[in-house]
Every structure is written in C-alpha cells, then in structure tokens.
C-alpha cells in the first residue's frame, strides 16, 4: 500500500510539472501569436483575438489578453481606436505600429530558428 501511494504520489507530481512546463511554453509564445493576429487582420478587437486563438486551440482568456496587449502599446508596439459598434459599445481595435511590424518581424525570424533547431534536437536517431 505505502508503495502505491508513493507511485500515486509520484504520477500526480509528474502530471503537474508537465503542466506547469506546457504552460510555460503556451505563454512564451502568446505574445508572438497575438501580434502577428493583429498584423494579419490589419487591426483587431481583444473578442476577435480570443476567437482567432481558440480556433487554434491556444486558449486565452480576458484575464490574459489585456494585460499583454496593455504591455504591447505600452512597449510602443501597438496602437488602438475607438470605432462606434452597431451591436454594442464602441471597440477598441488594436494596431501594429512601425515599431511592432519590426518585432513581430524579429519574432518570426526568432521562431524559424526557434522551429528548426527543436525539430533537429527532437528527432530520433535511427
């Protein structure tokens, strides 16, 4: 019994640290993904973004997107202007500036090279 406990125990510890590790990964690139939403669009509102991230399976919610998008415009990254809605109150879409085209640009160049050297480090060797 204390064997399987231990074993139990252990299970649980490594469900958690590849959580915690998938996490880890999700977050660094939510920044990259969110930018390159924005640039694809030419400008976007937070709802289209937490769409556009769900149907790639990279959920995101509010409590997670405005702090980063406030970051980003903070950073002289993004833009932002209100537009009257006809469904509702006006939205705030955001918009790369010339200084956040030029990173997304460095973060698709830094996420090639990311890609490539993983798929070399990851493959297995025959």
């Known amino acids: 019994m204390v064997l399987y406990l231990y074993l139990h125990r252990q299970t649980k ?3 958690m640290d590849i959580e915690n590790t998938k996490a ?3 977050k660094g690139i939510l920044e990259f ?3 390159s939403i924005i640039y694809s669009d030419d400008e ?3 709802s289209e973004i937490i769409e556009k991230m ?5 959920l995101v919610v509010e409590g997670t997107l405005y702090p980063i998008l406030t970051r980003l415009k903070n950073d002289g990254y993004l833009t932002y202007q209100w537009v009257e ?3 509702g109150p006006p939205r705030k879409y955001y918009k790369l500036t010339g200084l956040g ?3 997304l640009k460095e973060l698709q160049k830094t996420w090639t090279e990311l890609e490539a050297a ?3 480090t990851t493959k297995k060797s025959h």
Request: with cysteine; aromatic share 12%; proline share 0%.
């Open 13 to 15: 510890f490594q469900i």
């Open 24 to 26: 880890q990964m999700r």
């Open 33 to 35: 993904c969110i930018l």
């Open 44 to 46: 976007c509102y937070a």
């Open 54 to 58: 769900k149907i790639a399976k990279l």
């Open 85 to 87: 809605s006809k469904s």
């Open 101 to 103: 085209e030029k990173f």
């Open 118 to 120: 993983v798929s070399l």
